[in-house]
């Protein structure tokens, strides 16, 4: 794969969004091995997701597109009560319940480009971010929000924005019944939809695009001008925070994956390192080699956080990719009930 001329198409960027890495090279990057306890903190973190009444409320805003929608309100742990939006099937009933997640710069509007029609469809607002959950349960500014707890595993905001998206999956099987369910998630949202995935039986596949959260013994040496940089330089201060993260590296949880899950990394980032990104993509290719049940699917995209040459047009077929890959997901699923 020929690079894109990417010092005519970001000649001002302040960083050098390619890390240094080709292809090959970020096809190479292994994912961060899981540490003690890893997979037995998320199963207790799920476990006590699944004790909470979510009392999922829903109030009417009229049809977009293929989709009835809705404000969305519902109940996850510490106590919280998030909002949201929801999308139901105007023709009939769902086949797939969708859980939506967005990257840091939160959400203002429902967007429905990557859900099919016959999809229901939850797009949660992280915990503490805009435009419907600002200062609930986290600070409303990024660079803030992604210390928010670190010090405690228990209480890590990017952690429990993982917790969340299984709340969330509840609200929506509360409302349009008992559905498989698929994640989507970009940038933070990737990040947060990679630690949740593995721990939801009724997770049946996923799109990751540009995950962030990925392979911390490389986030945390670079610069970049994404959220990553405010973790970088706490740890610089406070190396004692490395071990509490180990507990939510995008790398490692994409290792336990045993469903299809569709990664969309960029070549180019200077927000959400490439390196990062790809450790998500080769930890499923991994998860795939090892028999786990995962089935790993990759686009490599010429960039990502930035506008470039193009854009649409990939953004476009992206989205039409990620609507074919939930049909075939629920084509190798078996019949629930």
Same mark, same amino acid.
């Given at each position: 794969?020929?690079?894109?001329?990417?010092?005519?198409?970001?000649?001002?960027?302040?960083?050098?969004?390619?890390?240094?890495?080709?292809?090959?090279?970020?096809?190479?990057?292994?994912?961060?091995?899981?540490?003690?306890?890893?997979?037995?903190?998320?199963?207790?973190?799920?476990?006590?997701?699944?004790?909470?009444?979510?009392?999922?409320?829903?109030?009417?805003?009229?049809?977009?597109?293929?989709?009835?929608?809705?404000?969305?309100?519902?109940?996850?742990?510490?106590?919280?009560?998030?909002?949201?939006?929801?999308?139901?099937?105007?023709?009939?009933?769902?086949?797939?319940?969708?859980?939506?997640?967005?990257?840091?710069?939160?959400?203002?509007?429902?967007?429905?480009?990557?859900?099919?029609?016959?999809?229901?469809?939850?797009?949660?607002?992280?915990?503490?971010?805009?435009?419907?959950?600002?200062?609930?349960?986290?600070?409303?500014?990024?660079?803030?929000?992604?210390?928010?707890?670190?010090?405690?595993?228990?209480?890590?905001?990017?952690?429990?924005?993982?917790?969340?998206?299984?709340?969330?999956?509840?609200?929506?099987?509360?409302?349009?019944?008992?559905?498989?369910?698929?994640?989507?998630?970009?940038?933070?949202?990737?990040?947060?939809?990679?630690?949740?995935?593995?721990?939801?039986?009724?997770?049946?596949?996923?799109?990751?695009?540009?995950?962030?959260?990925?392979?911390?013994?490389?986030?945390?040496?670079?610069?970049?001008?994404?959220?990553?940089?405010?973790?970088?330089?706490?740890? =610089? !201060? $406070?190396? +004692?925070?490395?071990?509490? %993260? *180990?507990?939510?590296? @995008?790398?490692?949880? #994409? &290792?336990?994956?045993?469903?299809?899950?569709?990664?969309?990394?960029?070549?180019?980032?200077?927000?959400?390192?490439?390196?990062?990104?790809?450790?998500?993509?080769?930890?499923?290719?991994?998860?795939?080699?090892?028999?786990?049940?995962?089935?790993?699917?990759?686009?490599?995209?010429? =960039? !990502? $956080?930035? +506008?470039?040459?193009?854009? %649409? *047009?990939?953004?476009? @077929?992206?989205?039409? #990719? &990620?609507?074919?890959?939930?049909?075939?997901?629920?084509g190798a699923t078996a019949p629930r009930g």
């Amino acid at each position: 794969m020929i690079a894109p001329p990417y010092d005519e198409w970001f000649p001002d960027a302040p960083i050098d969004g390619t890390y240094g890495y080709d292809l090959a090279g970020l096809r190479a990057v292994a994912p961060v091995p899981a540490p003690p306890g890893f997979a037995d903190t998320w199963r207790r973190w799920r476990r006590e997701a699944a004790g909470v009444s979510v009392r999922a409320e829903a109030t009417p805003l009229g049809r977009r597109g293929a989709h009835d929608v809705f404000e969305v309100s519902f109940g996850t742990l510490d106590g919280l009560r998030l909002r949201g939006w929801l999308g139901m099937p105007a023709a009939g009933g769902a086949r797939v319940g969708v859980v939506h997640s967005h990257g840091y710069g939160g959400r203002d509007a429902p967007d429905f480009s990557r859900v099919p029609a016959d999809a229901a469809v939850i797009l949660p607002v992280a915990r503490g971010l805009g435009a419907l959950n600002t200062g609930i349960g986290a600070p409303s500014a990024a660079e803030r929000h992604v210390l928010h707890g670190i010090r405690d595993p228990e209480a890590y905001a990017i952690g429990r924005c993982a917790v969340d998206l299984w709340s969330a999956g509840d609200a929506l099987v509360e409302i349009a019944g008992d559905l498989p369910l698929y994640l989507v998630g970009e940038s933070f949202g990737g990040g947060i939809c990679a630690l949740a995935l593995p721990w939801d039986d009724r997770v049946i596949g996923a799109t990751l695009i540009v995950p962030s959260f990925g392979q911390y013994d490389i986030r945390l040496q670079v610069p970049c001008a994404g959220s990553g940089e405010p973790v970088r330089r706490y740890v =610089a !201060g $406070h190396p +004692e925070a490395r071990d509490g %993260l *180990r507990l939510f590296d @995008a790398s490692t949880a #994409a &290792t336990f994956a045993r469903v299809p899950v569709r990664v969309e990394a960029a070549l180019w980032d200077a927000s959400v390192p490439a390196p990062g990104q790809f450790a998500v993509a080769n930890a499923v290719a991994q998860a795939e080699a090892e028999g786990s049940g995962a089935r790993f699917e990759l686009e490599v995209l010429p =960039a !990502g $956080h930035a +506008e470039y040459p193009g854009m %649409l *047009r990939v953004t476009a @077929a992206a989205a039409k #990719a &990620t609507r074919t890959h939930i049909s075939a997901c629920l084509g190798a699923t078996a019949p629930r009930g």
